[in-house]
């Protein structure tokens, strides 16, 4: 073999298999606790709200406009921290997205009133806007094109986050001042940063983002599956909204809601955490259209079983409610047309936006017809993705996304 057939097979492997494997733990490592820390926040934010509502006298409605602050800068930042923020590392990225969001936190700290509460909401989510896009291309630029599975563990460590912080918040409000407790939320991003100082590369070259490594066909298949994605996430937001209704129209208390919203999330966890290789081994169509399938009809049949049979199926429906996300985020590199970064950070731009709408769209659904017409139609939405997957078919590679697409 010649020299110039050497450099290329070494290049070749580079790009198949990314960094060191000691490099790729490490920077995997360092993604998942910045992402678990930040989806922590985000969902540690709703335990205050109660609390904030008690000192400022504020509303429903106002409540609702708090936590937009956080949510909708959170989510229509992506695009714009992005692009503002490719020319850094992940690793100055990911430390300054940390370090803005805890700043954020102490601003909401402050004795200052409702103003600066606002204030530090919009600054926590201009830094947690951040870490999505970021995280993911740290994952993407050191597995290279076998990054499928990592990014599903990635997806999966954001639910450990929100499954831990918001439980840690919920035990010291009543012990602490909220402020206090925001404080130890903010100490929490500081030891993170000084981990990432240690953990992830120092610099990163994005091959993705140049083009070196790209693997998609173009800007139409990315459209289609974010808008899977989209679908995706608004069939689960749908059904969280009803769940509780349903689950007390069955008979089901205050606890019982609980224990059916814990046996959800852990099978959406659990999800998460395999359905990456569920990916691997049927292709990205297969998995997704067993995964739609199967969420819608196991989504109608909660609507006709009683509340023991109902519970039984809940961690099964989270597997397949929460595991079709980490498919979808595991095929952004292949589609993204040579601009990872980009993609990632409209994709999750989509998701979180969608997961905004849904639950008003069904509502008022719900609304002018009943509940039952309001969760078929989430139903209906995971189904109608079964037939729109098949779209994707033409622009995924086989080499890259398990058994040949065909």
């Known amino acids: 073999m010649n020299d110039a057939a050497i450099a290329a097979a070494s290049r070749s492997q580079e790009t198949a298999s990314g960094s060191s494997a000691p490099r790729k733990s490490r920077s995997l490592l360092a993604a998942c606790l910045a992402h678990a820390l930040h989806d922590g926040y985000t969902d540690g934010l709703y335990a205050f709200l109660p609390v904030w509502q008690a000192q400022f006298g504020l509303s429903y409605a106002e409540l609702a406009v708090v936590r937009a602050l956080y949510f909708g800068t959170m989510g229509g930042m992506q695009i714009p921290a992005d692009r503002a923020l490719r020319g850094l590392s992940p690793r100055a990225a990911l430390i300054l997205s940390t370090v803005a969001a805890a700043a954020g936190l102490l601003i909401m700290a402050l004795p200052f009133g409702f103003a600066v509460l606002c204030i530090g909401l919009v600054v926590a989510g201009i830094g947690s806007s951040i870490q999505h896009p970021r995280g993911s291309m740290l994952v993407t630029d050191s597995y290279g094109t076998a990054s499928r599975r990592p990014l599903a563990i990635y997806n999966f460590s954001g639910d450990l986050g929100k499954a831990a912080l918001p439980a840690l918040v919920a035990v010291l409000l009543p012990i602490l001042a909220w402020q206090s407790v925001l404080g130890l939320m903010a100490v929490l991003g500081i030891v ?41 996430t608004a069939t689960r937001m749908g059904y969280l909204l009803f769940l509780p209704f349903l689950i007390h129209g069955q008979g089901g ?37 067993v ?31 929460n595991g079709t996300s980490s498919v979808l985020y595991g095929t952004v590199p292949e589609l993204s047309d040579g601009d990872t970064g980009r993609a990632f950070a409209v994709f999750y731009t989509s998701v979180i936006g969608a997961g905004g709408l849904a639950p008003i769209l069904y509502g008022a659904i719900a609304d002018h017809s009943s509940r039952t017409i309001g969760v078929l139609a989430s139903a209906a939405t995971a189904a109608l993705i079964v037939p729109l997957v098949l779209a994707l078919r033409p622009h995924l590679q086989s080499s890259t996304a398990g058994p040949r697409e065909s």
Do not use: H, Y
């Open 192 to 232: 993170l940063v000084v981990a990432l100082l240690f953990l992830a590369p120092a610099a990163s070259v994005s091959r993705n983002a140049r083009g070196d490594a790209t693997s998609g066909r173009g800007r139409g298949g990315f459209g289609v599956l974010t808008t899977i994605g989209a679908l995706d």
């Open 253 to 289: 208390d205050l606890p019982t809601v609980g224990i059916a919203l814990a046996l959800l999330f852990i099978g959406g966890a659990f999800g998460k955490a395999t359905c990456g290789w569920l990916g691997e081994r049927l292709g990205v169509v297969r998995s997704v259209m």
């Open 291 to 321: 995964t739609e399938a199967a969420t819608a009809l196991l989504i109608a049949t909660t609507l006709f079983t009683p509340l023991t049979p109902t519970l039984i199926l809940l961690p099964l429906l989270g597997v397949v409610l």
